[in-house]
C-alpha cells in the first residue's frame, strides 16, 4: 500500500512498535542464492489482460521469460472486503481472508497450476503479504476480535486514514501465531519462494524475528520488506525499499538536484543497512504508478533509460519492473477498478532484455559485487562507476542531464576494447574525450 508515513507508530492504543533495540543479528540472512543476479516484475493480475485472470496472465509468461523477467512478484491474491470497499472492486491489500484465492482471479487450483508453470520455466515466484491489517470484514473481526486494535470507542480501529482496512494487534501472540500459519499455508499448500510484505514497516521486529526464522524451515522463501527502516534487515528480511535514493532519483530527473546526490543517499545507505541487504530498485511500481504517475510523470519520454539502467546496474540493487513498463503504458492505472493494459507494441522489451542478459551472466552486476565511483566529467551531471565481482567488471556512464556531456576516462585498466551492451559489439574505449546525448547511457562489459 502506499507509503504514507515512515517510520511512524500508528497512533492509537495497542499499536504496533518497531523494536529497533532489540538485540536482533546486525547482519541479514544468507539469500537464497538465485537471488544475487536476480531481478523482479511485479504482476498486477487485475489490470494486466481483459479477463483479468491468472489464467489470462499464463499466457504471457513465455513473452516475460524472453525478456529475460527471473521472478514474479504477485500483488496480493486474497479475496477483497466489501465492507468500507473503495470504488467497484477494492484494493487488493484489504483482504478478507488470507487462505483464500481472490474469485476476481479465479481459483486455488489456477494459482497452483500457474505456480508449477512458472517454475517450469525456471523463474521464481512471490506473492504481497498484508501483515498490517485485514479488510473490514475479514472473518477475524468477528471470530477473534482480540486480534484488532481498539479505537477511543472499543471498536477495531482503522488503520492509518485507510477507511477500508482494520489495524492488527501485534501485542496478540494467537494472532501473531495465526498469521505465520496462513503465511506457512502459501509456501506448503502452493510452493511459493517467498513474499513482499505490504507496510512491513509498522510491524514490529520481534513479530519478523518470529516469523522468517518459521519460514525459512519450510523452504529458504525470499523476504522483502516494503520499507526502509534498518531494523527490517536486522530482522530477517532479504531486501527494502530504497525510498531515499527513489526521491533523489526524482529530483534528479527534475533537474532539481545534481547527480553527485545520489552519492549522499548511497553512502547514507552503506551507514544505515548491515552489508549485504539488497535494495529493491524501481522507476515505478503499483503506488508510484497509480498515485505518482512514475514512471511516465516521473522519468518522462528520455528521462527515463538512463534511471533505468541505474535501477538494474547499481550496488546492492535487486531491479523491478511493473507491469507494463515494457510497452510502455504510460498512464496511471486505476487501482480500485478495471482498467485493463495492453501489449501490442512492446516498445522496451528489448531494452529490459538486455539489462536482464547482462545482469544474469556477468558477477559484475551480482547485488554483492563491489562498486567503485568514477569521474569521467562534470559530476554535477554525470554518473559513472565500476561494478566488478570474481574478475568481471562492468562499466556505466550515465548521463543525467537535458544537456549533452564531454566524457573522458582517464583509468587505464578500462581502456581497450570492451563490449558495448547496447550496441552488442566491443569497440575501442581510449582516453580521448567523447560525448554523450542528453538522458544518454553507456554500459561496457568486460570480460565477456
Given at each position: ?194 513474499f513482499r510484505c505490504d507496510v512491513a514497516w509498522n510491524v514490529p521486529a520481534t513479530f519478523w524475528q518470529k ?238
Amino acid at each position: 500500500m502506499k507509503k504514507i508515513f515512515l517510520g511512524l507508530l500508528l497512533a492509537l492504543s495497542g499499536a504496533a512498535t518497531h523494536g529497533q533495540k532489540s538485540s536482533a543479528p546486525t547482519t541479514p540472512p544468507q539469500h537464497p542464492a538465485w537471488s544475487l543476479q536476480g531481478n523482479i516484475y511485479e504482476v498486477n493480475v487485475r489490470q494486466y489482460t481483459p479477463e483479468g485472470t491468472l489464467n489470462a496472465f499464463a499466457k504471457h509468461l513465455d513473452r516475460l521469460k524472453a525478456m529475460g523477467v527471473q521472478t514474479l512478484w504477485f500483488m496480493p491474491l486474497n479475496p477483497i472486503s466489501k465492507t468500507d470497499r473503495k470504488g467497484s472492486l477494492g484494493s487488493y491489500y484489504a483482504v478478507a481472508d488470507y487462505t483464500a484465492v481472490n474469485p476476481e482471479f479465479g481459483t486455488l487450483a489456477d494459482w497452483q497450476r500457474l505456480v508449477k508453470e512458472i517454475h517450469k520455466r525456471g523463474m521464481k515466484v512471490l506473492i504481497d503479504w498484508v501483515p498490517n491489517h485485514t479488510g473490514a470484514d475479514h472473518r477475524w473481526l468477528t471470530q477473534h476480535p482480540e486480534f484488532f486494535v481498539k479505537d477511543k470507542e472499543g471498536k477495531p480501529a482503522v488503520a492509518f486514514d485507510w477507511a477500508d482496512v482494520r489495524q492488527l494487534d501485534f501485542r496478540n501472540q494467537a494472532m501473531q501465531d495465526s498469521m505465520i500459519a496462513a503465511m506457512r499455508y502459501w509456501v506448503t499448500k502452493t510452493d511459493i519462494d517467498g513474499f513482499r510484505c505490504d507496510v512491513a514497516w509498522n510491524v514490529p521486529a520481534t513479530f519478523w524475528q518470529k516469523c522468517i526464522p518459521q519460514l525459512k524451515q519450510v523452504k529458504n522463501v525470499y523476504m522483502l520488506a516494503e520499507g526502509d527502516s534498518a531494523y527490517l534487515p536486522r530482522s530477517g528480511f532479504d531486501s527494502v525499499y530504497p525510498w531515499h535514493m527513489f526521491k533523489k532519483m526524482v529530483q534528479v530527473a527534475k533537474g532539481q538536484r545534481p547527480a553527485t546526490s545520489l552519492d549522499s543517499v548511497y553512502q547514507e545507505q552503506l551507514r544505515l543497512y548491515p552489508k549485504g541487504t539488497q535494495q529493491l530498485y524501481f522507476t515505478s511500481n503499483h503506488d508510484e504508478n497509480s498515485w505518482n504517475q512514475s514512471d511516465f510523470g516521473t522519468f518522462p519520454g528520455p528521462v527515463h533509460a538512463p534511471f533505468a539502467v541505474f535501477s538494474q546496474t547499481m550496488a546492492d540493487a535487486l531491479p523491478l519492473v511493473y507491469s507494463g513498463q515494457e510497452e510502455p503504458v504510460l498512464r496511471a492505472l486505476k487501482f480500485f477498478d478495471r482498467d485493463p493494459m495492453s501489449f501490442q507494441k512492446l516498445q522496451r522489451a528489448t531494452f529490459y532484455k538486455t539489462l536482464h542478459a547482462l545482469r544474469q551472466r556477468t558477477p559484475a552486476l551480482a547485488s554483492d559485487a563491489a562498486f567503485r565511483k568514477l569521474s569521467v566529467g562534470d559530476d554535477r551531471a554525470v554518473y559513472a562507476y565500476v561494478r566488478e565481482k570474481a574478475g568481471r567488471r562492468v562499466l556505466v556512464i550515465l548521463n543525467l542531464s537535458a544537456q549533452p556531456q564531454t566524457i573522458t576516462v582517464k583509468d587505464k585498466t578500462l581502456l581497450g576494447k570492451p563490449y558495448n551492451v547496447f550496441m552488442g559489439t566491443a569497440e575501442p574505449l581510449t582516453s580521448k574525450p567523447w560525448q554523450v546525448e542528453p538522458w544518454g547511457y553507456v554500459v561496457y562489459e568486460y570480460g565477456k
